[in-house]
């Protein structure tokens, strides 16, 4: 099944204890994403990566890191949590163009972190 | 700057009525726009997008879409609600140039009664 799988689907951590929030997508899509979730806010763009060590800021990338090292594969980092980063966190993917255009995105099931 | 606004926080519809949930955007150039709807509890699904073409955009679960030029407007309808359409539904508009990125509206919740 085609899909973009998250781990773990809930965290609670406390402030400045380093996580790792893991993303892996089996579509061999090259673009990912990570957003944020907030009420109100919609969803906000973290970091993206167009391919293969190939990563770039989205609107709110303070306080987070990325890496993509395989294509497959796009961990979200927060090396210091700290309480205004509690949020639903997602990961995405996609081709950036198919037979149809541009694509849309594929998107993981969430991940809800709570920093203490 | 770039956006695009869902207007209304949340729709309530009777099921069997049409509804509406309304979209505009402020961007430059051409823009692919999307409509994607989440679930309780789940990531977000792909509903429909406009790249070009014909005005009107049919997707998923019975859903279109109407892209508007002259107005900014994308407007997701549905010629007869479901109870189980209820759900957060997201308006973005993806760009084809720089980082291909993506910008949210804030989400509207609709709401179907029985």
């Known amino acids: 099944e085609a899909q973009v799988t998250q781990n773990p689907r809930y965290l609670i951590t406390v402030t400045g204890k380093k996580l790792t929030v893991t993303c892996s997508q089996n579509m061999n899509h090259e673009y990912m994403s990570w957003y944020r979730q907030d009420p109100g806010l919609g969803l906000r763009q973290i970091y993206y990566s167009m391919n293969v060590e190939v990563t770039d800021k989205g609107d709110v990338p303070e306080g987070y890191k990325v890496s993509r090292k395989e294509k497959r594969n796009f961990p979200l980092i927060l090396e210091s949590p700290s309480p205004n980063q509690t949020s639903l966190y997602f990961c995405a993917s996609s081709f950036i163009f198919g037979s149809e255009g541009i694509e849309g995105y594929t998107f993981g099931s969430g991940t809800r972190l709570t920093v203490v | ?114």
Request: hydrophobic share 35%; aromatic share 16%; net charge positive.
């Open chain 2, 1 to 114: 700057a770039q956006s695009v606004a869902q207007p209304e926080d949340q729709v309530n519809v009777a099921e069997g009525n049409p509804l509406t949930v309304k979209c505009t955007y402020s961007v430059s150039g051409n823009p692919y726009l999307f409509w994607y709807v989440q679930y309780p509890n789940r990531g977000l699904q792909f509903l429909l997008k406009y790249i070009t073409g014909d005005n009107l955009v049919k997707g998923s679960y019975g859903f279109e879409a109407e892209f508007n030029k002259s107005q900014t407007s994308f407007h997701l309808k549905k010629p007869s609600a479901l109870v189980s359409d209820s759900a957060l539904y997201f308006c973005a508009v993806r760009f084809n140039t720089g980082g291909f990125k993506t910008i949210f509206g804030a989400g509207t919740r609709l709401f179907v009664k029985a």
